[in-house]
Nanobody, 126 residues
Framework: QVQLVESGGGLVQPGGSLRLSCAFS????????LGWFRQAPGKEREFVAT????????YYADSVKGRFTVSRDNAKNTVDLQMKSLEPEDTAVYYC???????????????????WGQGTQVTVSS
């Protein structure tokens, strides 16, 4: 059974940076598309970024493009989300997700991902 465990969340001032990490276990990580989603209080969960399997590329929500970078290390079984120029609107619980066989047009949908971490809180506030 695939398991995902996020770490690295916390409190940061506006304009600051934070790096989230997700540890993957229970499967062959290279065969999974790995994504990051977030959910703010009172809002639906939304897509943040994803990195496809087999070198298929990275994709970002417009709201984080140019500020966030997703990367994976298949040797270490991890996927990271580097976040810069953080804004109060980035405050949310951030979730790591994994899925296989996700076609490109569906990578933004959380329903396409089969496995989820427990989430890590990111708070951007002065």
């Amino acid at each position: 059974q695939v398991q995902l465990v996020e770490s690295g969340g916390g409190l940061v001032q506006p304009g600051g940076s934070l790096r989230l990490s997700c540890a993957f276990s229970g499967g062959t990580v290279s065969t999974y598309t790995l994504g990051w989603f977030r959910q703010a209080p009172g809002k639906e969960r939304e897509f943040v970024a994803t990195i496809r399997r087999y070198g298929g590329g990275t994709y970002y929500a417009d709201s984080v493009k140019g500020r966030f970078t997703v990367s994976r290390d298949n040797a270490k079984n991890t996927v990271d989300l580097q976040m810069k120029s953080l804004e109060p609107e980035d405050t949310a619980v951030y979730y790591c997700a994994a899925g296989r066989g996700i076609i490109l047009s569906s990578i933004y949908s959380d329903r396409q991902y089969d496995y989820w971490g427990q989430g890590t809180q990111v708070t951007v506030s002065s």
